[in-house]
């Protein structure tokens, strides 16, 4: 059965240090993926988009990684900072209609 | 940039009651919205795709007869809660993505509380 997987527990990690995030899937062929950040009670924001045939991008203290062979996307916070807490989601595309499908989020604390 | 605004961001209504709830794109046309639901601690689960001047299409397991979804005009959506029952209470999300590509990005409303006594 296809499946997207985010680590359930929650990450905590301290101010300054770089937060790792993990989305596999199964049973998925996206042509991309994306990153959105969830804050408790709010909807989603878009942070980024990776396409099958990029490795890597960036966009300020955010890097997503895309491995196809692994089925796998890294999501990179560097320099973290309090304002980062909150739920970050994977989503790609699946069945028709455009639909995008999400991960069920990591909760990710940074303490001071 | 692109902006989707839910209306209302809470309601609390009776068992048996019917509620419904406005999703609008306010600064772009958007021909296909999402509605998503979302339980504590879980994923957004897609319940349906809202097609302007068509029937929405549902997800397996989500009955239309239920939730029913009509998206009139290119910048408004809407979801009602037919005889909601305490089970129905959650957090309904809507989303639309600007017509460009298909791998634009959603746009998401800040969602509806819904709370059924």
């Known amino acids: 059965s296809q499946k997207i997987e985010q680590n359930s527990e929650a990450l905590n990690i301290q101010e300054g240090k770089t937060a790792t995030l993990t989305c596999n899937y199964t049973?998925?062929?996206?042509?991309?993926l994306q990153w959105y950040r969830q804050d408790p009670g709010r909807g989603p924001v878009f942070l980024l988009l990776?396409?099958?045939?990029?490795k890597e991008k960036r966009k300020e203290r955010l890097k997503v990684t895309f491995d196809t062979t692994l089925k796998q996307s890294l999501f990179h916070i560097t320099a973290s900072q309090p304002a980062d807490s909150a739920t970050y989601l994977c989503?790609?595309?699946?069945?028709?209609?455009?639909?995008?499908?999400f991960g069920a989020g990591t909760r990710l604390a940074v303490h001071p | 940039g692109a902006v989707v605004s839910q209306h209302p961001s809470w309601v609390i209504c009776k068992s048996g009651t019917s509620v419904k709830i406005e999703c609008r794109s306010l600064?772009?046309?958007?021909?296909?919205m999402f509605w998503y639901r979302q339980f504590p601690k879980q994923s957004l689960m897609l319940m349906a795709t809202?097609?302007?001047?068509?029937?929405?299409?549902?997800e397996q397991g989500v009955e239309k007869d239920k939730f029913l979804i009509n998206h009139a005009s290119l910048t408004l959506s809407t979801l009602t809660v037919t005889s909601a029952h305490p089970e129905d209470s959650s957090f309904y999300i809507c989303?639309?993505?600007?017509?460009?590509?298909?791998?634009?990005?959603?746009?998401f409303g800040n969602g509806t509380r819904l709370t059924v006594t």
């Open positions: 989303s639309a993505r600007e017509p460009v590509q298909d791998n634009s990005p959603l746009h």
């Open positions: 809202s097609n302007e001047g068509s029937k929405a299409t549902y």
């Open positions: 989503a790609l595309l699946g069945g028709g209609y455009n639909k995008l499908i």
């Open positions: 049973n998925y062929s996206p042509a991309y």
């Open positions: 990776i396409r099958e045939n990029e």
């Open positions: 600064d772009f046309q958007a021909t296909t």
